[in-house]
């Protein structure tokens, strides 16, 4: 029903900026929201930011201030502008999509991988 492919990542140093961008293909459905998760190594897959087809964000405490959610839900299309960034930021991340006020979390993508130095 849906396919996500999430791009972007890279190894970027403390303090550093990365952009990432995933791109939903989809049946006929309206999307209420799309948004990332990440997931660190040996640690559950986390919620990190999401933004609803009206234009509002919400954040995650650990990213407030440094990560920015953008996109055109109507496009199937979302962006993260990650700054400052810290080496606990490093984990692989993931977007997905909200239909019917609920995250299709049996589609996620392949991910893209963000690893932070020092």
């Known amino acids: 029903q849906v396919q996500l492919v999430e791009s972007g990542g890279g190894l970027v140093q403390a303090g550093g900026s990365l952009r990432l961008s995933c791109v939903a293909s989809?049946?006929?459905?309206?999307?209420?929201?799309m948004g990332w998760y990440r997931q660190a190594p040996g640690k559950q897959r986390e919620w990190v930011a999401d933004l609803t087809s009206g234009g509002r964000t919400d954040y995650a405490d650990f990213v407030k201030g440094r990560f920015t959610i953008s996109g055109d839900i109507a496009k199937n299309t979302v962006y993260l502008e990650m700054t400052n960034l810290k080496p606990e930021d490093t984990a692989a991340y993931f977007c997905?999509?909200?239909?019917?006020?609920?995250?299709?979390?049996?589609?996620w993508g392949q991910g893209t991988q963000v690893t932070v130095s020092s």
């Open positions: 989809v049946n006929r459905f309206s999307l209420n929201a």
């Open positions: 997905n999509v909200v239909v019917r006020g609920t995250w299709l979390q049996g589609s």
